[in-house]
């Protein structure tokens, strides 16, 4: 009877570890749900509180809001580097004070920065587009090359 062989090469190897972990999964669509419905709430939940810090703080900002056609809000940005540096953080699009789709953004700079605040009010914004930044001390200024992209999260 003849014999044979099966040789294992590592990339055959990996492929076949792939292909049977591929169908594998820790947790149920149900779960998965569920767990989507948790982080909405977690950002609607950071969005209110930033609304009701950032109207406290900001003179005018009401006002503002109300006359937008819609609003990004990303309540709490993680943000890091030295001299190279990135920032991070999820947030939500409110139109007329409903929440209309859930979306991420990350930002990475080159070059130096230190630290400026300024004050914004319903007679200095003339912009199409007004931002505030609520910090929690410090100032921040610098000279930087920045990029920014805002991704819809689609699984939310």
């Not at 014999?3 to 594998?24: E, H, K, N, Y």
């Not at 300024?118 to 007004?130: E, F, I, L, P």
């Amino acid at each position: 009877m003849p014999r044979r062989t099966l040789t294992w090469s590592v990339p055959g190897f990996v492929l076949a570890f792939a292909l049977a972990g591929s169908g594998c999964t820790a947790t149920s669509p149900s779960n998965v749900r569920g767990e989507q419905m948790d982080k909405r709430h977690t950002i609607d939940a950071g969005v209110d509180s930033t609304l009701s810090r950032l109207y406290v703080d900001a003179k005018d900002s009401r006002e503002l809001v109300s006359k937008a056609r819609g609003v990004p809000i990303f309540p709490s940005v993680i943000d890091a580097g030295f001299v190279v540096g990135g920032q991070y953080s999820e947030g939500s699009l409110r139109v007329d004070g409903h929440t209309i789709g859930y979306y991420s953004t990350a930002t990475g700079s080159l070059g130096w920065q230190i630290g400026a605040n300024g004050n914004v009010d319903a007679s200095t914004a003339t912009g199409q587009v007004d931002a505030f930044v609520l910090t929690n001390n410090g100032l921040m200024a610098g000279a930087s090359l920045e990029g920014t992209k805002v991704t819809r999260l689609n699984s939310l």
